[in-house]
């Protein structure tokens, strides 16, 4: 197929993109390139690349294309509450005029990331027991293993939506409208990815598990913003880049405006698990909490039967530990520094950077 990806110069774009193009497929992008040059380590193999704002696409972006996979978004709860509005207006709004634009160039297949965020708080299921959910740390600084298996069943792609950031919202209203646009020439599918985590060469240090890696092992704290007892489903960069492909590749009486909450349901976590497992990994470090460290109202495990059931060519390749050893190999090769994590590769500090420069205009367009 010829693919068009949107955000391929992003943290998801650059681990997917080769697995396209590994594939045997006719890979393009499409980016604004405000994170081409958040490389760390080698960039990956180019592809013919329009710089746009998603913003900005027709259907002469999409025309002789069999399928688009749209990634490009302000792509987490800081970068989206910086300004509601234009979160709004990129993630819902440029995704449907995309969507549009690809409908009517005759593109078949549209494949869009949306996120197991729009579940929110994760109430909506059977709730389990809560005895023991709230086990303090032991004088070993390790936590006390609770007595339960969290605090609600694992949500269905059918549970009902809570979103509580604006990035949350988006996703579900870009799903509702997308799959207003389905007929018989035109395919959305949505792969609702777990919190995601791993090495890319555009790499985020704004993701929980990137992030206490590379305090552990740059500090030796793995330090929790949290008190950690959420449960949040975990997925690698690439087994999302593998799961795409696989719905890319999906016979469209399968996937037809479905949704597939994408990695595994074993690989739900509590977020102070987590971080004892990065402690176990990374010799020498220990579990610290920040200043005002609280609760997280995102809380939710996620069943992912789905599309093991109904995808068999994705089968996701990593665990939580692995992806844990990864990291820690691939911070230490490259020489990851703790300006680096705290600036370099984050992305609300990239945009605050670019408009201190003059670079970046109030909208987030580019200056000159």
């Given at each position: 197929?010829?693919?068009?990806?949107?955000?391929?110069h992003?943290?998801?774009?650059?681990?997917?993109?080769p697995?396209?193009?590994?594939?045997?497929?006719?890979?393009?992008?499409l980016?604004?390139?405000?994170?081409?040059?958040?490389?760390?380590?080698?960039?990956?193999?180019?592809?013919p690349?329009?710089?746009?704002?998603?913003?900005?696409?027709?259907p002469?972006?999409?025309?002789?294309?069999?399928?688009?996979?749209?990634l490009?978004?302000l792509?987490?709860?800081?970068l989206g509450n910086?300004?509601p509005?234009?979160?709004?207006?990129?993630?819902h709004?440029?995704?449907l005029?995309?969507?549009?634009?690809?409908r009517?160039a005759?593109?078949?297949r549209f494949?869009f990331?949306?996120?197991?965020?729009l579940?929110?708080?994760?109430?909506?299921?059977t709730p389990?027991t809560?005895?023991?959910?709230?086990?303090?740390l032991?004088d070993?600084?390790?936590?006390?293993p609770?007595?339960?298996?969290?605090?609600?069943a694992?949500?269905?792609?059918?549970?009902?939506?809570?979103?509580?950031?604006?990035?949350?919202?988006?996703k579900?209203a870009?799903?509702r409208?997308l799959?207003?646009?389905?007929g018989?020439?035109?395919s959305?599918?949505?792969?609702?990815?777990?919190?995601a985590y791993?090495?890319?060469?555009?790499?985020?240090t704004?993701?929980v598990?990137?992030?206490l890696?590379?305090?552990a092992?740059?500090?030796?704290?793995v330090?929790?913003?949290s008190?950690?007892?959420a449960w949040?489903?975990l997925?690698?960069?690439e087994d999302?880049?593998?799961?795409?492909?696989?719905?890319l590749?999906?016979?469209r009486?399968?996937?037809?405006?479905?949704a597939?909450?994408?990695?595994?349901?074993g690989?739900?976590?509590?977020?102070?698990?987590?971080?004892?497992?990065?402690a176990?990994?990374?010799d020498?470090?220990?579990?610290?909490f920040a200043?005002?460290a609280?609760?997280d109202a995102?809380?939710?495990?996620?069943d992912c039967?789905?599309?093991?059931?109904?995808?068999?060519?994705?089968?996701?390749?990593?665990t939580l530990?692995?992806?844990?050893?990864?990291l820690?190999e691939?911070?230490?090769?490259?020489g990851?520094?703790?300006p680096d994590?705290r600036d370099?590769?984050?992305r609300?500090a990239r945009i605050?950077e670019?408009?201190?420069?003059g670079?970046?205009?109030?909208g987030?367009?580019?200056?000159g």
């Amino acid at each position: 197929m010829r693919v068009l990806v949107t955000g391929h110069h992003g943290y998801l774009g650059s681990v997917l993109t080769p697995l396209l193009t590994a594939a045997g497929h006719e890979v393009a992008g499409l980016d604004t390139d405000l994170y081409a040059d958040r490389l760390l380590g080698p960039p990956p193999a180019e592809v013919p690349t329009t710089r746009m704002d998603v913003r900005d696409v027709g259907p002469e972006q999409c025309a002789g294309f069999d399928a688009v996979v749209h990634l490009a978004a302000l792509c987490n709860d800081p970068l989206g509450n910086l300004d509601p509005d234009l979160t709004v207006e990129i993630n819902h709004g440029a995704t449907l005029r995309l969507a549009r634009a690809a409908r009517a160039a005759g593109v078949p297949r549209f494949v869009f990331a949306s996120s197991c965020s729009l579940y929110g708080a994760g109430q909506q299921d059977t709730p389990l027991t809560d005895a023991g959910r709230f086990a303090p740390l032991t004088d070993a600084g390790r936590f006390a293993p609770l007595t339960d298996a969290g605090r609600f069943a694992p949500l269905t792609e059918d549970a009902g939506f809570a979103p509580l950031t604006v990035y949350g919202e988006t996703k579900v209203a870009a799903e509702r409208d997308l799959l207003a646009l389905a007929g018989d020439d035109f395919s959305p599918v949505f792969a609702r990815n777990a919190t995601a985590y791993g090495f890319s060469p555009r790499l985020r240090t704004d993701l929980v598990v990137n992030d206490l890696v590379a305090h552990a092992l740059l500090t030796g704290e793995v330090r929790l913003l949290s008190d950690g007892t959420a449960w949040r489903p975990l997925v690698h960069a690439e087994d999302i880049g593998q799961a795409m492909l696989a719905l890319l590749e999906a016979p469209r009486e399968v996937v037809h405006g479905r949704a597939y909450n994408v990695g595994t349901t074993g690989e739900n976590h509590l977020i102070r698990d987590v971080a004892t497992m990065v402690a176990e990994v990374v010799d020498g470090s220990r579990v610290t909490f920040a200043a005002g460290a609280g609760t997280d109202a995102r809380d939710y495990r996620v069943d992912c039967g789905r599309i093991a059931a109904e995808v068999p060519a994705f089968r996701p390749r990593w665990t939580l530990r692995k992806g844990i050893e990864e990291l820690v190999e691939a911070y230490r090769r490259h020489g990851l520094t703790l300006p680096d994590v705290r600036d370099r590769y984050q992305r609300l500090a990239r945009i605050r950077e670019l408009r201190a420069a003059g670079r970046l205009g109030p909208g987030l367009r580019w200056i000159g």
